[in-house]
């Protein structure tokens, strides 16, 4: 099991920044791709950035490339989601999940483990 606990939510103005930060516990952090996925109200599930196990790859969804930078600390294991230029299209629920393979995946359907999730709202 991987216990996974989301921070850093909150509420920002359009062009703001935040840093999401996704602390996990259990099993060897390393042996985990991990990703960035959110939800909005009324809408679905949706990929936002994953990064590999050992941070050598990382990938993310056409709306925030640019804007978001994933990373990870293996040491600390934690991931992180550094967003900048937030835009009030950006307000969601951000979950953080784990995947136990080496490699990222922008399918929720491929992670076997998930936090609870942070608010992020950004206001116009």
């Known amino acids: 099991q991987v216990q996974l606990v989301e921070s850093g939510g909150g509420l920002v103005q359009a062009g703001g920044s935040l840093r999401l930060s996704c602390a996990a516990s259990?099993?060897?952090?390393?042996?985990?791709?991990m990703g960035w996925f959110r939800q909005a109200p009324g809408k679905e599930r949706e990929f936002v950035a994953t990064i590999s196990r050992r941070g050598g790859s990382t990938y993310y969804a056409d709306s925030v490339k640019g804007r978001f930078t994933i990373s990870r600390d293996n040491a600390k294991n934690t991931v992180y989601l550094q967003m900048n230029s937030l835009k009030p299209e950006d307000t969601a629920v951000y979950y953080c999940a784990a995947r136990q393979s080496p490699n990222p995946s922008d399918s929720g359907f491929r992670y076997d483990y998930w936090g609870q999730g942070t608010q992020v709202t950004v206001s116009s």
């Open positions: 259990g099993r060897t952090f390393s042996n985990y791709a």
